[in-house]
T-cell receptor, first 113, second 112 residues
Framework: DGGITQSPKYLFRKEGQNVTLSCEQNLNHDAMYWYRQDPGQGLRLIYYSQIVNDFQKGDIAEGYSVSREKKESFPLTVTSAQKNPTAFYLC????????????FGPGTRLTVL | DAKTTQPTSMDCAEGRAANLPCNHSTISGNEYVYWYRQIHSQGPQYIIHGLKNNETNEMASLIITEDRKSSTLILPHATLRDTAVYYCIVRVSAGNNRKLIWGLGTSLAVNP
């Protein structure tokens, strides 16, 4: 089956610890995205990548970092600098960065204690 | 800021058509209207998109007004599994940076 996987589904961390969220796709898509969703809110763009070894900041990049060393992988690190990291994190991909049809993973719910 | 306006919530009886409205009065001539939905605690799912003409696929129909300032997503025979938040989205472009602006969407409850 082609699709996007995110792991783990639930993640708990202590305050002050960095944590890395996994996102893998086997759709052969060039573009990948990370969004954050808070309760009752829409999605906000953290980072996006149009192609391997390239990425750009979205609207709320502070306290986050990404890498895109492989086409199929786009991990997100939530650093200790992120002041309010508890949220639902969604990864998406699209065929190219010019396509607005994005395919989403199941999400990772991060809780920082 | 979101460029679309949607009702906060709607109800629909199972088996009936669900008509979800969206206003996008500032849409540009080359901007598409996209619809996604998000079932609770899952990732959003693409439904349909359109530019000027009405569109239909296996999930839904999209009706866009002639002036393109509003559109309606139609689920012809709603089921309980269609209960979700429905997002109407237009793209924002700024130079080489383009992104989708996600508003709060419409929470659709399909009732038995």
């Amino acid at each position: 089956d082609g699709g996007i996987t995110q792991s783990p589904k639930y993640l708990f961390r202590k305050e002050g610890q960095n944590v890395t969220l996994s996102c893998e796709q086997n759709l052969n898509h060039d573009a990948m995205y990370w969004y954050r969703q808070d309760p009752g809110q829409g999605l906000r763009l953290i980072y996006y990548s149009q192609i391997v070894n390239d990425f750009q900041k979205g609207d709320i990049a502070e306290g986050y970092s990404v890498s895109r060393e492989k086409k199929e992988s786009f991990p997100l690190t939530v650093t200790s600098a992120q002041k309010n990291p508890t949220a639902f994190y969604l990864c998406a991909s699209s065929i190219t960065s010019g396509s607005d049809t994005q395919y989403f993973g199941p999400g990772t719910r991060l809780t920082v204690l | 800021d979101a460029k679309t306006t949607q009702p906060t919530s709607m109800d629909c009886a199972e088996g009936r058509a669900a008509n979800l409205p969206c206003n996008h009065s500032t849409i540009s001539g080359n901007e598409y209207v996209y619809w996604y939905r998000q079932i609770h605690s899952q990732g959003p799912q693409y439904i349909i998109h359109g530019l000027k003409n009405n569109e239909t696929n296996e999930m839904a129909s999209l009706i866009i007004t002639e002036d393109r300032k509003s559109s309606t997503l139609i689920l012809p025979h709603a089921t309980l599994r269609d209960t979700a938040v429905y997002y109407c989205i237009v793209r924002v472009s700024a130079g080489n940076n383009r992104k989708l602006i996600w508003g709060l969407g419409t929470s659709l409850a399909v009732n038995p």
